[in-house]
């Protein structure tokens, strides 16, 4: 077993035998008990299922209570979860709200809304072709970060709203293998400035301390100006930066992977989607209801995760064009989930806003 470096533990390859188990969770089991799959004998299937009874598709889904968080998943380690498939309308995409816990920490080491977890933060649905993240027709979420855990994993999601939510399915899929000792807990986490007040940047994550690497960043961006939006710099402030970082970038869409307002062809955006980079949603104005431009954005550093040894800060900022050829500093509506490992102990997080805070407009 190689040990862990860049992104992935490699904990095993497709061509060596090895003792690891493979395991899985969802509405048909519950637990992921070997030989426990496809027992219910009542669940959100029942009806379908009465002329065929056990075994027959009895439960393959759930419904999430107003108010409640629901267990996705209580696993007992060492081992690693390696692809997380999961649907539910796009309606509720910023409603829910899913937590990842690593041996029984107190706080999440993941909360972020559903939606933005996926690279999908505008409540409609968007294909993306990437390599830790695939969203296919109709809005199937597939994640394949891998997680290492060493004793226990926590997976919750929690319904912010006075509604039942029906029709939550959802498949965790992951490894009972030892872990390598320098392997990190994987983290994320989300933010929004809506607007972004005048003459300030957007922070996307601080207060980050441990050893660790970035390894992936997702913007909702709504735009509230006229003209390009994209001039700003992302940096990542580490391991002692004060009022500089270590490393800027040179252009919003520089930094997503590409060049010259994303317009191509001439007079139009240019989605798409790659393995670590991509634009893949842009929504227009409709002339009536939709006013302003919204953006998906992702940049994931599988090959190129920015590795810090004691702390962590990361900004982006909003800038477009005002008269003569100068910046103009944007009160933009950006939420932004930012993806990495590192050591634990984490630092808690900022409180997330309530269900209006949440909400896309």
Known sequence: MTSFNGLNMHLGNLSLLSNAQTRSISAENFTGEKGKGGTATEGTGTNAARDLGQAWKV?????????????????EGPGAIQHIWLTVHPNHWRNLIIRFYWDDEETPSVEVPLGDFFANGWRERCNITSLPVAV???????????????QRARITVENITNEEILGFYYQISYTLTDVPDNAAYFHAQWRRSNPLPYKTDHTLLDGVQGQGQYVGTYLAWGVNNNGWWGEGEIKFFMDGDNQFPTICGTGTEDYFGGAWNFEHPQGQYGVFSSPFSGMPQVIKPDGLYRSQQRFGLYRWHIMDPIRFQQDLRVTIQA??????????????????TAFWYQTEPHAPFPSLPDADGLEVI
Do not use: V
């Open 136 to 150: 296919n027709p109709a809005g199937g979420f597939n994640c394949y970060w891998e997680m290492p855990f060493r």
């Open 319 to 336: 800038l477009g064009w005002r008269s003569g050829g100068r910046y103009l500093p944007l009160q933009d509506d950006i939420a932004s």
């Open 59 to 75: 439960s393959p889904s759930i419904h999430l209570q107003p108010k409640q968080t629901a267990a996705l998943a209580d696993i």
